[in-house]
């Protein structure tokens, strides 16, 4: 399984959805939908600031993720983006994978 991590904003009809639902009804409805493509939900927070909620998910596939994306986004009333987590161990196979990379003006 994949690890993402969805930051997302209500618009107001999105806040008032919230409101009617309260934030538990939110996170059934997200656990629900993301049960439906094989995933779940690892941690799920409300906050202040740029984003309203932040969550940990865990996705069997891109494809999977890309579709939650594209479902949530169509609805219009939050939005999300989605950034992919890697492991320690994941970043520890990068970094002993050879790259040859020139950096732009080096010769």
Same mark, same amino acid.
């Given at each position: 399984m994949k690890k993402f991590l969805i930051r997302g904003?209500?618009?107001p009809n999105g806040t008032q959805g919230l409101l009617e639902e309260g934030g538990t009804g939110r996170k059934d409805a997200v656990?629900?939908?993301l049960q439906a493509v094989g995933g779940s939900v690892e941690s799920f927070?409300?906050?202040f600031g740029e984003y309203d909620i932040y969550l940990i998910v865990e996705?069997? @596939?891109d494809i999977s993720a890309a579709a939650v994306g594209l479902r949530v986004n169509a609805a219009g009333l939050v939005r999300i983006n989605m950034t992919e987590l890697l492991t320690i161990e994941e970043? @520890?196979?990068a970094t002993k994978k050879?790259?040859?990379y020139r950096a732009p003006g080096e010769n």
């Open positions: 904003t209500y618009n656990e629900k939908m927070y409300y906050a996705l069997p @596939d970043i @520890d196979a050879t790259v040859s």
